[in-house]
T-cell receptor, first 112, second 114 residues
Framework: GDSVTQMEGPVTLSEEAFLTINCTYT??????LFWYVQYPGEGLQLLLK?????DKGSNKGFEATYRKETTSFHLEKGSVQVSDSAVYFC???????????FGRGTSLIVHP | DAGITQSPRYKITETGRQVTLMCHQT?????MFWYRQDLGHGLRLIYY???????DKGEVSDGYVVSRSKTENFPLTLESATRSQTSVYFC?????????????FGDGTRLSIL
């Protein structure tokens, strides 16, 4: 079946540091890939997505590129802020299904 | 633009009680989902629905019941609550089928069963 693997957290960074959160996947066909963010006490919200190989999704300074050859969709941000502290989920939908497969989530803690 | 409203936001109840968690959406999205979120388990799908009167079990459906008589409402009922059902419950929607559609989530219900 489909699966998503994310790096385990927590990831702890100082403000203005560079962020990478790794995400790799296995899926049938050509999946669509998503990153969601969950702030404390809230539900998940879409951060960015990419629907075909080599697409780059971007939002709020975050970027991720759909790499079919390495089956990866790593999340990056050049300079994190304290307000980016949250849990980040990588997810995919594939094979015409509307039911996503989520990774376990990666907690990010940014210190001033 | 209310989006998805979950109620209550917090609930404390006792084992053996029946409890219903409500989910209401204002978008008329076809697909609705219930998840539970627990430390160490991530998000787990409980039930989902493709349309009114069409529901299907997810990976952790035992002990839960859903209904969807109207497109906009998707209540989740714990028929006889157990301590293992203490969790944060999220309702989500998707506009249409096709694998490029994101999910939209409510803010969750934090349920404690004593």
């Amino acid at each position: 079946g489909d699966s998503v693997t994310q790096m385990e957290g927590p990831v702890t960074l100082s403000e203005e540091a560079f962020l990478t959160i790794n995400c790799t996947y296995t899926a049938t066909g050509y999946p669509s890939l998503f990153w969601y963010v969950q702030y404390p006490g809230e539900g998940l919200q879409l951060l960015l997505k990419a629907t075909k190989a080599d697409d780059k999704g971007s939002n709020k300074g975050f970027e991720a590129t759909y790499r079919k050859e390495t089956t990866s969709f790593h999340l990056e941000k050049g300079s994190v802020q304290v307000s980016d502290s949250a849990v980040y989920f990588c997810a995919l939908t594939a094979g015409g299904s509307y039911i996503p497969t989520f990774g376990r989530g990666t907690s990010l803690i940014v210190h001033p | 633009d209310a989006g998805i409203t979950q109620s209550p936001r917090y609930k404390i109840t006792e084992t053996g009680r029946q409890v219903t968690l409500m989910c209401h959406q204002t978008w008329s999205h076809s697909y609705m989902f219930w998840y539970r979120q627990d430390l160490g388990h991530g998000l787990r799908l409980i039930y989902y629905s493709a349309a009114a009167d069409i529901t299907d079990k997810g990976e952790v459906s035992d002990g839960y019941v859903v209904s969807r008589s109207k497109t906009e409402n998707f209540p989740l009922t714990l028929e006889s609550a157990t301590r293992s059902q203490t969790s944060v419950y999220f309702c989500a929607t998707t506009l249409t089928t096709g694998n490029n559609q994101p999910q939209h989530f409510g803010d969750g219900t934090r349920l404690s069963i004593l």
